[in-house]
């Protein structure tokens, strides 16, 4: 079967042919009429079929959390913690989101965040500063 499509009802010739999805015979196809995300088929047996695309594009953010203790969780803080996680930036000029990636080293009283375009790769935030001059961001 060619891949022609038509916008208006056409005559099809005999020889386009394909199983009729209703009484699973393979008939004639008498018609075919392409709306938009649809494609409407009339066959020789009587019966139609309406073939629909629906097409939708979502964007997922992934996350990944970790900490690293000496000992058992509840019996000691952790000593290390790590964030990765890609987001919405909600700055319109970085409509493919950030990366951002925060290590926190109590051992060391250290705290790094970097923040990175997920389009260009370029670091648009970075801070490296003492954990215990830290102040959180609301």
């Known amino acids: 079967m060619s891949s022609k499509s038509y916008s208006q009802p056409q005559k099809i010739p005999k ?8 009484c699973q015979k393979e008939v004639d196809i008498l018609e075919i009429i392409v709306e938009n ?6 066959f020789a047996c009587g019966h139609s079929h309406i073939h ?3 097409q939708e594009t979502i964007k997922i953010w992934e996350s990944l959390k970790g900490k690293l203790r000496h000992g058992q969780p509840g ?3 952790p000593h290390k913690e790590f964030i990765y996680k ?3 930036s909600g700055d319109p000029h970085l409509p493919e989101g950030v990366r951002m ?27 490296h500063e003492l954990l215990d001059q830290h102040k959180p961001k609301k």
């Open 37 to 42: 995300n649809s494609t409407k088929y009339k």
């Open 101 to 127: 990636i925060i290590n926190i080293d109590r051992e060391n009283n250290k705290y790094d965040q970097v923040v990175v375009d997920l389009k260009t790769g370029k670091i648009i935030h970075e801070e």
């Open 75 to 77: 019996e000691v803080s």
């Open 52 to 54: 629909v695309v629906l």
């Open 86 to 88: 890609t987001m919405p």
């Open 15 to 22: 020889n386009w042919r394909m199983i009729c999805p209703t």
